[in-house]
Nanobody, 113 residues
Framework: VQLQACGGGLVQAGGSLRLSCAAS????????MSWFRQAPGKERELVAT????????YYVNSAKGRFTFSRDNAKSTVYLQMNSLKPEDTTVYYC???????WGQGTLVTVSS
């Protein structure tokens, strides 16, 4: 599996962005998918996970109620809808298949105050 993330950008506080992560490979639908983020000098943080079927999700407390993680297995793509963005959400976001230790290249989200 290879992952290609996109959708980051600059947005004002309170705005929205949708990150996408497209996977290549036929086994995409077998795996849970995750989004992580890592700010300079800080540890990588798990933001959200969606189960292989899309029926179950996990969010870090700071993302609950604001972010929605979904997947379209027919398109081999996952989406992270981020609403009510805050300046503290600013960092690089990475999609990943943790079970395979496969990571996308990262996409930068910048939220201005």
């Amino acid at each position: 599996v290879q992952l290609q993330a996109c959708g980051g950008g600059l947005v004002q506080a309170g705005g929205s962005l949708r990150l996408s992560c497209a996977a290549s490979g036929r086994t995409f639908s077998r795996y849970d998918m995750s989004w992580f983020r890592q700010a300079p000098g800080k540890e990588r943080e798990l933001v959200a996970t969606v189960s292989w079927s899309g029926s179950s999700t996990y969010y870090v407390n700071s993302a609950k109620g604001r972010f929605t993680f979904s997947r379209d297995n027919a398109k081999s793509t996952v989406y992270l809808q981020m609403n009510s963005l805050k300046p503290e959400d600013t960092t690089v976001y990475y999609c990943a298949v943790r079970a395979l230790d496969v990571w996308g290249q990262g996409t930068l989200v910048t939220v201005s105050s």
